[in-house]
């Protein structure tokens, strides 16, 4: 599946974005999806992941309730609200997707090389 992630921009600490994740070629219903970012120097980390029915969500402890992930099956989109956002969340926002068929009900994956498909980065900047 190709994925497509857009809703980057910049914003003061404190504020809000929604990032979207648009899957194409495939239905994207059948993937389980998430985001990683990464920011300059530092190496690429997880943030959060829903499974294909969205029975299954887990987030990285720095999400601490800030961000809700969500998917909307009619329009083959995951997105990513982010509210309360700082400083140190700067970082170019990448999805990536991994069909449900490869997955056990219930599982979730958190590394980066458990993600065969991949979507070009958007890049979320927050000022201070």
């Known amino acids: 599946v190709q994925l497509q992630a857009s809703g980057g921009g910049l914003v003061q600490a404190g504020g809000s974005l929604r990032l979207s994740c648009t899957g194409s070629g495939r239905i994207l219903s059948s993937y389980h999806v998430a985001w990683f970012r990464q920011a300059p120097g530092k190496e690429r980390e997880f943030v959060s992941t829903i499974s294909w029915n969205s029975g299954t969500k887990y987030n990285s402890d720095f999400v601490s309730g800030r961000f809700t992930i969500s998917r909307d099956h009619a329009k083959n989109t995951v997105y990513l609200q982010m509210n309360s956002l700082k400083p140190e969340d700067t970082a170019v926002y990448s999805c990536?997707?991994?069909?449900?068929?490869?997955?056990?009900?219930?599982?979730?994956?958190?590394?980066?090389?458990?993600?065969?498909?991949w979507g070009q980065g958007t890049q979320v900047t927050v000022s201070s």
């Open positions: 990536a997707a991994r069909a449900r068929r490869t997955v056990i009900d219930g599982d979730y994956y958190t590394q980066s090389s458990q993600y065969p498909d």
